[in-house]
């Protein structure tokens, strides 16, 4: 019966994130059909600027889930105040990093594409596209960290109910904008941005004005933003902190992954961005349980179960080996259907390279998401992990990956190989903290 309960508990959590993460994806490989259908050099903009973005999207990943950890434990303690106190924090550093990323966006795009890529073609389209979103960068961090506030308590399924209307929204926006078609302008790689704005605008709406104005469950409201939440700051910036840190330099670490590819060229990067969703595509199941591990092992922890949460912690990291292999397979099956796809033909041989080196590094990013993203995060391990993200990725990625590609010109599938063998080191690295049982932190409140 515990069995049965543990995975049923798992399962109400990681079937709606992996749905989301369905919904995300097909947004994504919508976007890039419809981007790629206008040329390379559309492509390759959209894909190195949203490489910026997603610095800032790592962050406030972070920042939610580094709030989540938190939120979980004190709902497994049923400590209602100090659950609103952590919300409020979040919501606070939400807004300044929001303020901050909306401000570079909008006053240094051409600053921004020229640290990737010095074609002025590709250039000249990611400042177009850059300008249009920077003005999402505050709606799309409240969503993301109320988002995982929500998954913290046992409810995901509103977050997804947002992107299921959000999909909708962007891909109609996309199409019409994009193309202009039904009488508007066709507006190109600036329509896409102005599609994606659109729909994160509805994702606010639904998910930061659902919680602050009717939510009954949490009970916060927009006045609990102002309390006092002293007491609490010391443990915040122990717990939660180092996860925004960690996230954030793991942007920027992607982000000089992408400069690296970059100076190899426009090929390349377009072949990338062509295999971006089928990576999407074959972790979905990964994340999702990575995702649910994190809250199911900090519920357990906050009831006092310390037993049950190690022996849960040993089933998501044999889930994540199972995951990973499941994973592979996928690539195998789909990389053909999905190249096909793309109206690039002179990068389907990168990005079939490409492919096969994805399929290597997924075999071990099962465990490794699972440990990072999920099981060793609900334990509060969160500045090991730390630690371990950034050293791993600035040590060996980037550093390796550069000489393979920019200075030895070795072939697509050695030097993505190299870009991601942080992947491989951190999942035997994880699994031996795992052992340790040196994972699991106090979380007081």
Known sequence: MKNQQFYVKTARLAVPIM??????????????????????????????????????????????QGASIMTSRFWGMKNEKALKQTIAITTRICLVLGILFTVITWCFPEIIMKIFISEPAVISQGVSYLKVLSVSCLLMGLSLAYSNVYRSVGNAKWPLFSSIGAFFLNIGCNYIFIFGKFGAPELGVTGAALGTLIARIFEFVFICMYLIFFDKKIGFRIHDIFMKCQNLMKEYVQISIPVVISDTLYGFGNSAVSMVMGRIGSQFVSANSITLVTQQLSTVFIQGAAQSSSVVVGNTLGEGNVARAKEEAERFMKMGIILGALSTIIIILISDPVI????TPE????????????????????????????VLRGGGDTRFLMVADILFLWVASVPLGYL??????????????????????????????????????KISG
Request: charged share 10%; glycine share 8%.
């Open 19 to 64: 749905m989301q993460n369905m919904i995300t994806i097909g947004v994504n490989m919508a976007d890039n059909i419809m981007v790629g259908s206008l040329g390379e050099n559309a492509l390759s903009a959209v894909a190195l600027a949203n490489q910026f973005i997603n610095i800032y999207q790592f962050s406030c990943m972070g920042l939610g």
């Open 340 to 343: 096909s796809c793309y109206n």
């Open 347 to 374: 990068t389907a041989v990168i990005a079939k390279e490409l492919m096969y080196s994805i399929g290597i590094i997924m075999l071990f990013r099962g465990v490794n998401s699972m440990m990072t993203k999920g």
């Open 404 to 441: 393979a590609g920019v200075v030895l010109h070795w072939p697509a599938f050695w030097t993505y190989f190299f870009l991601k063998i942080d992947e491989i080191i951190k999942c035997f690295w994880c699994i031996w903290r795992l052992k340790s049982g040196k994972w699991i932190k």
